[in-house]
């Protein structure tokens, strides 16, 4: 099981707006700041089982996921996966898939799949 997630952004400005846009359609909050890194997790700090997400940066180095990099984000409802591709797009990501029915994943697999300003590929699904 994971505990969290890390990976780098060249303006950390820049990643926080996006990601709080984008993770509150999750029930995700910003949990902390420092001036190299931020964190996101569940609003209620009690909760289990869900990734804390960090986003770091270090004086001019961009730490890339490198190509491949895809992270899948489980929305609580298709409402969710619209808000978060909305809020991506408003918020300098770039639409790789807008949201919709994937039926080659399954049945009911709804999900949207955008690039983050640092050029991360993310998806947010409800099956």
Same mark, same amino acid.
């Given at each position: 099981m994971l505990g969290h997630i890390s990976f780098g952004v060249r303006d950390l400005n820049r990643a926080q707006a996006f990601y709080d846009a984008t993770l509150a359609p999750f029930g995700w909050v910003r949990r902390w700041r420092t001036e190299r *890194?931020? *964190?996101? *997790?569940? #609003?209620?700090?009690? /909760?289990?089982?869900? $990734?804390a997400l960090f986003l770091k940066t270090e004086a001019g180095v961009q730490l890339a996921a490198g190509p491949g990099f895809h992270l899948? &984000? $489980? /929305?609580? #409802?298709?409402a969710a996966v619209d808000a978060f591709h909305s809020a991506a797009i408003a918020n300098g990501g770039n639409d790789e898939g807008?949201? *919709? &029915?994937?039926?080659?994943y399954g049945e009911t697999y709804y999900a949207a799949f955008v690039l983050d300003p640092d050029g991360h590929k993310l998806e947010a699904k409800v099956e």
């Open positions: *890194g931020v *964190g996101y *997790g569940p #609003s209620d700090p009690a /909760a289990r089982g869900e $990734i899948a &984000l $489980i /929305a609580p #409802s298709r807008g949201p *919709g &029915l994937r039926p080659h």
